[in-house]
């Protein structure tokens, strides 16, 4: 933006001295012809201007939809994985195993509760002194269908690899390992490819964006293999699910 604004000036500032000059040095006979081009570069650099703004307006606007769009499915991605965590204890690279575990997997409901037993040997130490030690037992109280608790009837998921925005046929890239002996996942996509068909310096721009309230960074992801989160990098105003 501050390079169209830059650009407007210096199209004002040169349509002054354009202007300038004809009225000093130009004869009068040649005056009306000179201002009628002049007229006609204006207005050509006039709409020039106006469109690379509009055309920057509309990015922001379509970027900002397409966004939303593939923040649905990483948060869809995101859910999945921290339930077959839960339940397996690791995250998953797969997307077939994934969603295998989406239809199939079972939340364990547990409750734990305190009590006493009689601890033998150390009753047998004390000469036959009944000596009691606290356990901790965790009762099985039911099964819960994975599904369910975060799809309900909604078969979403069955496409969640899919990029549901830009260049038809992308899916997200799924990783996933240990950081530190720590479970870790990422899954991800570049911004070109959401982005497909809009102007390429534009695109090459936002994928260099640093800000607090923009995606940062080439590529519109969540969780991260260099990290242990499992959070996206986009601002909340994408989202009201995050």
Known sequence: MLTVILAIVIV??????????????????????????????????GYSTFMSVYGEIQFNQLKEKRYAAVIEKLIDIRDAELAYKQVNGKFTDNFDALIKFVDTGKYVITQRRDSSIVDAEATKLFGGVTIMKDIVLIDTLAFVSVKDS???????????????????????????????????????VDKALILDGE?????????QVVSVDGVNGPKLMVGSMDEVKTNGNWPKNYSTRD
């Not at 102007?199 to 994928?207: H, R, S």
């Open 150 to 188: 975060l799809f309900g009837a909604d078969t979403r998921y069955k496409t969640m690899m899919n990029v549901p925005v830009g260049k038809p046929g992308t899916k997200f890239s799924l990783k996933a390992g240990k950081l530190e002996n720590i479970p870790v996942f990422e899954a991800s």
């Open 199 to 207: 102007d390429k310096n534009l695109i090459a721009k936002e994928k």
């Open 12 to 45: 004002i500032l040169l349509t002054i001295g354009i202007v300038w000059l004809i009225d000093k040095f130009v004869p009068k006979n040649f005056k009306p012809i000179l201002h009628i081009v002049l007229w006609v570069a204006i207005a050509f650099l």
